[in-house]
């Protein structure tokens, strides 16, 4: 916004007039006026001033984005629109949930909230911008677990905060595919010897158009399986704009 001839003064007030001109709309009591004008009206309340204005929007780099560096440009678009949340974004669709057996494994899947087995499971993930990450949100069926995803200080690697236990993933880009293995672990803030971490055996890829996970979780010391959820996603913005249209 760039005011000129002396009409400087007259912004932070340019609100103010706005609403005085459109007092009919404006319903009675106390709150936040946020949302009582639009762009419109304000640049029509100041069309008589001599003020110019511009507006510019420059998408900021998503976490795997800046994550993957070189390697972005790998990935197909249905795996880099997952990955480009710039506020909250919001995918649905369908898994096959399998779970382990032992009593170990099935302890581990209660603490950290897995979902529990089955076939066409519905699946939505909400994944919310922070200032330090991304937050991932699964729904299985009704049952929630969250997690805090963060850059790493190594190249192509991230990290996932599930409560105090953080898992350093890497990032490994083959044939438009991503590998997602654990490469070091820590349990409030204290290391983690490689024997305690747990194995993913996790990738993330496109098929038939759509964006497809394969999320394999096993145990340490040979523990096996804790969790295998597999299936699809798609954005839940196409279907907002088809039934727009």
């Known amino acids: 916004m760039i005011a000129a001839a002396g009409d400087g003064p007259y912004i932070p007030g340019i609100t103010a007039r706005a609403l005085l001109r459109?007092?009919?709309?404006?319903?009675?009591g106390a709150r936040p006026c946020l949302a009582e004008l639009t762009l419109d009206e304000v640049n029509q309340a100041?069309?008589?001033l001599c003020v110019t204005t511009e507006l510019s929007e420059t998408a900021r780099k998503s976490l795997f984005q800046t994550c993957l560096g070189d390697r972005w440009a790998e990935l197909p678009?249905?795996?880099?629109?997952?990955?480009?949340?710039?506020?909250?974004?919001?995918?649905?669709g369908t898994a096959q949930v399998l779970r382990g057996k032992s009593l170990f494994t099935r302890l581990l899947a209660n603490i950290f909230r897995f979902p529990a087995a089955g076939e066409n499971v519905s699946v939505s993930v909400t994944m919310t911008r922070t200032k330090r990450g991304e937050i991932w949100e699964r729904n299985f069926g009704g049952r929630i677990f969250r997690s805090h995803c963060t850059s790493a200080k190594a190249p192509y690697r991230y990290k996932e905060h599930f409560g105090l236990l953080t898992?350093?993933?890497?990032?490994?880009?083959?044939?438009?595919?991503?590998?997602?293995?654990?490469?070091?672990?820590?349990?409030?803030?204290i290391p983690l010897p490689r024997f305690f971490l747990p194995r993913s055996d996790s990738r993330e890829y496109v098929q038939c158009g759509s964006?497809?996970?394969?999320?394999?979780?096993?145990?340490?010391?040979?523990?096996?399986?804790?969790?295998?959820y597999r299936g699809y996603l798609q954005p839940d913005r196409s279907e907002l704009l088809q039934?727009?249209?």
């Open 243 to 245: 039934n727009k249209n």
């Open 22 to 28: 459109s007092l009919k709309q404006v319903a009675p």
């Open 77 to 92: 678009p249905q795996v880099q629109d997952l990955h480009s949340v710039q506020d909250i974004e919001s995918f649905s």
């Open 167 to 189: 898992c350093e993933l890497a990032l490994l880009v083959e044939n438009e595919c991503i590998s997602l293995p654990v490469t070091r672990g820590w349990f409030a803030g």
């Open 46 to 48: 100041m069309s008589d």
């Open 211 to 228: 964006f497809c996970f394969d999320i394999a979780l096993r145990a340490p010391f040979g523990g096996g399986l804790i969790v295998q």
